[in-house]
């Protein structure tokens, strides 16, 4: 029997996909890349902002087709549209033959099983579940780079964010399950590891009354095998001096620090129930970049917030331009329903959205490209991903600059000998907007 998976949306539903992949593959079902081979076919949805859900239903019903066409005899969807919507999408998607939420992985085969029976599921209760180092998975990542969830759910309460409605409150891994994961994982090849929670800065406060991320990365970094330990999404709140001085000191904590602002004019912030401020978060960004020589700070900001007025968008941008953020993410609000942003007055015109999304773009666009021409004659490590499609020749990576997926590559010309998970040091020639082209040095 063979089944054929689509992940959308977060690296955290990745891993949930992984280890969907894993349980499945422990069960003798083999896994292809060709739907129409597929005996099952299952998506794990996104359903973060407007666009992830319509694309997460394109794609769903793109899938039901080889049920006429292919070998397909069970549709599942799983994930967040399916926690989120339950009942609603077994009812208006007569296709799917399951509807299983993000706390139903560990139930993949009973769903699969009961599903090729006839019976139509839904499985979407309260998500209280998280993998452990025991759990299956199939890792869809390359081999020298892996992501390890060690926390799931969030306990913010952000205005225009449904994640704590889909994914439950805040609850982390036990450390040395993590490290169990990572020791494995490093036995393996990898090299980087990428920790990603919905606010790894957060973590261990729920399980150990603190936050332990400092201690975590130590322990961490005793793991012989791994050369990068990536951090992603780090809430400035609990960004403390003790997690700045292991960035600043371990050599094995690469000195990249994602930090999702959202705003930066105060009255926007207090309304979109954030707890940071402006003075605050320029504060923090002053510490980072003072602490941490050569620091690349990645953030994310929403446009067009309901109350959001011109002067509000203004001073978002002066702050944009005044911080000069390495790399920034860029969304126009979408009105997320049962958040207490959505019953919120003075809505902003698309219009004015799109204005102020294409205006930011271009800003942060020139300035990406400033500090990567900038960063001329300079030597980094990068990590060999690749090869250029079109060029033998030519060697593409990431340096300690770059998260997977979200941000550039380096091109490494006259490079045919670098192989894929080596690490080469790099002399930078050229910098433009999101890559730059190097030269290896030897």
């Not at 000069?324 to 993410?329: A, E, I, L, P, S």
Request: glycine content about 6%; overall charge negative.
């Amino acid at each position: 029997m063979k089944a054929g998976f689509i992940s959308l949306g977060c690296a955290k539903n990745l891993v949930d996909t992984e280890v969907m992949l894993g349980i499945m593959q422990e069960h003798g079902i083999e896994i292809t890349n060709e739907p129409a081979e597929a005996d099952i076919l299952i998506v794990n949805t996104c359903a973060f902002i407007q666009s992830a859900k319509e694309e997460s239903i394109t794609t769903v019903l793109g899938m039901a087709d080889y049920k006429e066409t292919g070998r397909c005899r069970s549709l599942i969807v799983a994930g967040c549209l399916g926690q989120r919507y339950g009942q609603q999408l077994l009812d208006e998607i007569p296709e799917a033959n399951a509807i299983i939420g993000t706390g139903a992985w560990s139930r993949i085969m009973e769903v699969i099983q009961e599903t090729l029976k006839g019976r139509r599921l839904l499985i979407a209760g309260k998500d209280e579940t998280i993998y452990d180092a025991k759990t299956p998975r199939l890792r869809t990542t390359p081999q020298y780079t892996a992501y390890v969830k060690i926390a799931e759910g969030c306990d913010h309460r952000c205005a225009f964010c449904a994640i704590p409605l889909i994914r439950g409150s805040f609850r982390s891994r036990e450390m040395e399950d993590i490290l169990a994961e990572a020791r494995e994982l490093a036995e393996s090849g990898v090299r980087e590891i990428v920790l990603i929670a919905q606010d790894s800065a957060n973590y261990g406060l729920d399980r150990y009354r603190k936050p332990m991320l400092p201690v975590l990365l130590r322990e961490l970094a005793k793991i012989d095998k791994i050369a990068w330990i990536r951090v992603l999404y780090s809430y400035p709140k609990y960004f403390t001096d003790e997690l700045i001085e292991v960035f600043a000191t371990e050599p094995k904590v690469v000195k990249y620090v994602d930090l999702p602002l959202q705003h930066a004019h105060n009255a926007v912030l207090r309304s979109m129930n954030r707890p940071d401020t402006r003075e605050g978060i320029e504060k923090l960004i002053k510490k980072l970049r003072e602490r941490i020589p050569g620091v690349a700070i990645r953030s994310t900001f929403i446009v067009g917030f309901p109350g959001e007025t011109d002067t509000h968008y203004q001073a978002l941008r002066s702050f944009v331009e005044e911080q000069r953020f390495d790399k920034v993410g860029i969304f126009t609000y979408s009105e997320e329903e049962d958040t207490p942003a959505a019953t919120m007055a003075q809505r902003v015109s698309e219009e004015a959205m799109q204005e102020r999304y294409h205006d930011l773009m271009s800003l942060q666009s020139k300035i990406s490209e400033e500090i990567n021409i900038g960063l001329e004659d300079q030597e980094l490590d990068v990590l060999i991903e690749g090869r250029d499609a079109e060029q033998q020749a030519i060697a593409v990576g990431r340096s300690y600059r770059e998260a997977p997926e979200v941000d550039g590559q380096i091109y490494i010309e006259g490079d045919a000998e670098s192989r894929v998970g080596e690490i080469v040091r790099v002399r930078l020639l050229q910098g433009f907007t999101y890559d730059i082209v190097g030269e290896r040095v030897h």
